[in-house]
């Protein structure tokens, strides 16, 4: 039960930490590069990467773990806003970006995601 | 109307994510690797987001998209846990797992996406 409010008020937290990063970031309009999602993206990838390193290494409460993972960063960085951004991109021929976004999201995600893993292992491993 | 439009994100991205949280403890559960529940959310989530780009609920409906857009299927898609499973997929040497892993995200969302867009346009006429 610890878990599920967890999530919920993580989720919650995600998503509005997501939505404040939009408007943060400023944006040319409906055929613009995408960055505010790339960068929730790339920092939720690295981020989970490292709380699971260190959970590799350390115990903690599985309600945190999956509040923080599962809740907040999961809701955090969102697939369904790149692929409606990749579509965008596209409709409006930006065929250079569009290869670049997801090249950035999908390699860079996962680099970083490694790298997170690595950083939360430490240097012990 | 800014403080409505935060609280529409959050609740959505609650619900998002418990959906999610859920898919992945009902895959994990009927014995299935847990990739799969990032797979039929993240897909789930492209399909629907196409959907509303298709409506034109962005431009159109502010607090609906805010809240099914970029709350709801925000929270139950998720990049963060993609990437972590690639780099961890790629760390274990499950090469072909994650073949068919990014080709089923990357591919499969891009034309559920378009599948999505084509049929709330379809709707909205």
């Known amino acids: ?125 | 109307m800014s403080v409505w439009l935060f609280a529409l994100v959050g609740a959505g991205g609650t619900i998002g994510s418990l959906v999610r949280y859920g898919a992945g403890r009902w895959v994990t559960g009927k014995g299935k690797a847990s990739f799969y529940g990032t797979l039929i959310v993240n897909l789930a989530g492209s399909f629907a987001m196409g959907m509303l780009i298709g409506l034109g609920l962005e431009s159109v409906h502010r607090a609906e998209y805010a809240f099914f857009g970029i709350g709801v299927l925000g929270g139950l898609t998720t990049y963060s846990t993609l990437n972590v499973q690639k780099a961890t997929m790629w760390q274990e040497g499950k090469r072909r797992t994650l073949a068919f892993y990014i080709g089923a995200t990357y591919l499969g969302g891009w034309i559920l996406t378009a599948a999505g867009v084509g049929l709330g346009y379809l709707l909205s006429t």
């Open chain 1, 1 to 125: 039960m610890r878990v599920v409010f967890g999530i919920a008020i993580a989720g919650f937290l995600g998503a509005v930490s997501r939505y404040e990063i939009s408007l943060l970031v400023p944006s040319a309009g409906e055929a613009a590069f995408p960055w505010a999602t790339l960068i929730v993206n790339l920092s939720g990838s690295f981020l989970l990467g490292a709380l699971f390193g260190v959970v590799s290494r350390r115990s903690m409460p599985a309600w945190l773990v999956e509040s923080v993972g599962t809740g907040f960063l999961g809701s955090f960085t969102t697939f369904s806003a790149f692929n409606g951004q990749l579509w965008e991109l596209c409709q409006h021929r930006a065929y250079l970006g569009a290869a670049a976004y997801v090249l950035l999201s999908g390699l860079g995600g996962w680099l970083l995601a490694s790298a997170g893993l690595a950083y939360g292992r430490g240097k012990h491993s």
